[in-house]
C-alpha cells in the first residue's frame, strides 16, 4: 500500500511540472480543455492540478475561467524579478533580433550598476557581442539611460548627486545634460546611446515597467554605430514596441497594471527638479 502512495505521489508531481511547462510555453491564457489536450489526461484530473497551482500562486483563474501562468517555482509573488523578465521578454527580443539583424539584451539596474541578464546574437559576420559578465555605469548605456529615466524624481536626482562617474563631478552642465537627455527618454518611451562604453558601438532601448510605473528592467538593441545611426528610427519604434509587449505580458501574469500614456514635457532642457517631479511615470504605448 505505501509503495502504491508513493508511487501515486511521483505520477502526480510529474504531472504537476509537465503542466507547468507547458504553462510556460504559453503567452496567452488557456482554458482546462487546453490544458487536458496538452497533457492528455481526464478533464477531471487537470482541474485539480490547475487548482492546486492557483491555490499556490503559480497560476491565476481568469474572470472567463481561463488559467494563465503567473509565476514558475523559485520566482518570487511580487512582480519584479528577473526570472520572470527573462522569460517574457526573450521571445520578443528574439523577433527583434531576426528583424534588425543587431544584438538584443535585457538590462537591469542592480544598486549603481547596470546587468544585463542575457543576450541574443543576429546570424551577421559583424556583431556587437557585449561581455554581459560586465557590469556598468547606467548613464554610458542605453539599456542603463531608459531605466533611469523611469525612476522617480527623488532616484533620479539622488543617482545625478551620487554617481561615481568622474564626468559629472566636473561641473552641473553634464548633471543638466543628463537630466535633460533622461526627460527626453521618459517623453519618448526609448533612450539612444550614441557613445557605446566601446568605440564604434551604439544602442536603444526601453524599459519594461509594473504596476506602480516603475522600470524592473529594460530590451535593448546595440551594434555598430554607423548601422545603428543608419536604422534608428526604425531600431527605436522596434524597441519601444517589444518593452510595451513585455510590460503587457507581465501584466497578463499578474505583474502589474498598465495605464495610461503621460504628458509630453515640451521643453526638456529648461526642466528643474521640481519641474521634473510633475511628469509621472506610467508605460508607454506604442
Partial sequence: MAADDHS????????????????????????????????????????????????????????????????????????AVWPSLVRNASPVIWELVGTLRESGFIGVLVGSRVRYLTKILPDREVVYNRNITVERIPHQTASGLAILSALSVEEIEHYLSTSDDPELRKGKAAVNLLRATLVSARNRGVASNMRGVFDGAAGAAAPVLNKAGRPIGAINISGPLERVKENLPAIERAVAEAAQRVTDSMVRMGHGDARAEPPPVEDPASLSATQLAAIPTYPRST
Fill in 8 to 79: 501515486a505521489s511521483v505520477r502526480s508531481a510529474a504531472r504537476v511540472l509537465k503542466l507547468l511547462e507547458w504553462l510556460a510555453t504559453q503567452t496567452e491564457q488557456v482554458s482546462l480543455a487546453d490544458a487536458s489536450a496538452a497533457l492528455d489526461l481526464p478533464k477531471s484530473s487537470v482541474r485539480l492540478l490547475l487548482t492546486t497551482l492557483v491555490e499556490e500562486g503559480y497560476v491565476t483563474r481568469e474572470g472567463d475561467g481561463g488559467y494563465l501562468l503567473r509565476r514558475l517555482p523559485g520566482e518570487r509573488q511580487d512582480g
